[in-house]
């Protein structure tokens, strides 16, 4: 199994950027999916987490309003679009899955996760 992440990179204040996270031997149609992200000198944080079913089961509150999750099967990738980016956004972003559905309580957490995406770093200048 392996999770691509792309679709980072610098960006101004205010600006968008689309992430992507492509699977090969797992399908998002099955199980739940988290991006973190890690910035410098922070523990990694789930951002947002959905399950194959539906939307979005966590939004963390800095993101809210900002960031959505999209899926497109028929590509097995799956998107975090991003919208009025902040320097605190600033990070590596990671995708990672697992092929159980999740509960928000436990959606955030790193160990509950089976395969990771190598990650993609966002840069917000000011």
């Known amino acids: 199994v392996q999770l691509q992440a792309s679709g980072g990179g610098l960006v101004q204040t205010g600006g968008s950027l689309r992430l992507s996270c492509a699977a090969s031997?797992?399908?998002?149609?099955?199980?739940?999916i988290t991006w973190f992200r890690q910035a410098p000198g922070k523990e990694r944080e789930a951002v947002l987490c959905?399950?194959?079913?539906?939307?979005?089961?966590y939004v963390a509150k800095s993101v809210k309003g900002r960031f959505t999750i999209s899926r497109d099967n028929a590509k097995n990738t799956v998107y975090l679009q991003m919208i009025s980016l902040k320097p605190e956004d600033t990070a590596v972003y990671y995708c990672?899955?697992?092929?159980?559905?999740?509960?928000?309580?436990?959606?955030?957490?790193?160990?509950?996760?089976?395969?990771w995406g190598q990650g993609t770093q966002v840069t917000v200048s000011s």
């Open positions: 990672a899955a697992t092929g159980r559905n999740l509960i928000s309580s436990s959606c955030h957490i790193t160990t509950n996760f089976d395969y």
């Open positions: 031997g797992f399908t998002f149609s099955y199980g739940s």
């Open positions: 959905a399950r194959s079913s539906g939307g979005p089961t």
